[in-house]
């Protein structure tokens, strides 16, 4: 299963935002705090945890979660911080893709933020369902859907996120009725998945391996262009 290959490709990547401007000779000279837009368990705040102990900047950074609307309470919290380089913004491709699936977004993804560095790149999404599921592949997930419309779930971590725009594409190529459930953040729908209060899920490759090797959950297809 190929959905939007180039497009998620090019979406799905791991930012690191922050409000800086030209710094002084002695910054930092106080904690930096790095405000995560999403829950805690996350991918970004996975990984912002795993760098925090790597980033020698001579102050500590203060990881802060807020998350909600898919990004955009964290985002626009930051967007209004001073730019005095001390409050950074660790997020997804959300930052950009979300703005455009709300209305009244109270930041410009662009012009309110400066870009400093690629952190991580998620090399696609991976459709599961829990192991309990009956569903075996797509088409068996496909065909129910058709037989049910309307009763099949699936969880996204917000409008506009990389767990919504795919599964919004497969119903629309399908031709099929699911419902969309937003969660605040990845975690709280990976718990639904594997607990099976939630037919299926579009989640990064690496957790959804990670939680197929333990035998919580059954991948039915990958996105990419490549196996």
């Given amino acids: 299963m190929v959905v939007a290959t180039r497009l998620l490709m090019g979406l799905i990547v791991a930012l690191v935002y922050s409000t800086t401007s030209a710094q002084p000779k002695d910054w930092p ?3 930096i705090r790095v405000v995560v837009p999403s829950p805690p368990g996350g991918p970004p705040d996975l990984i912002i945890r795993m760098l925090q102990p790597k980033m020698n900047l001579g102050q500590p950074l203060v990881i802060e979660n807020r998350g909600g609307a898919g990004g955009i309470v964290g985002t626009a919290f930051v967007a209004k911080q001073p730019p005095d380089g001390y409050t950074w913004l660790f997020t997804t491709a959300s930052h950009v893709n979300t703005p455009p699936f709300n209305e009244n977004v109270p930041f410009d993804p662009v012009k309110d ?8 790149q998620n090399f696609g999404q991976a459709l599961i369902v829990p192991a309990s599921s009956s569903y075996r592949s797509v088409k068996d997930l496909i065909d129910a859907a058709r037989q049910n419309p309307g009763k099949l779930n699936y ?3 917000g409008i506009g996120t990389a767990s919504h725009i795919p599964a919004e594409l497969m119903k629309s190529m399908a031709g099929v009725d699911i419902v969309g459930v937003q969660y605040k953040g990845v975690a709280e729908v990976m718990t639904d998945v594997m607990t099976g209060r939630m037919d299926l899920f579009f989640v990064g490759t690496q957790i959804a391996a990670q939680q197929a090797h333990a035998g919580r959950v059954r991948v039915l297809a990958l996105t990419g262009a490549k196996r």
């Fill in 29 to 31: 000279s106080k904690p």
């Fill in 155 to 157: 969880g996204s971590a």
């Fill in 113 to 120: 933020f400066s870009h400093v560095t690629l952190a991580a």
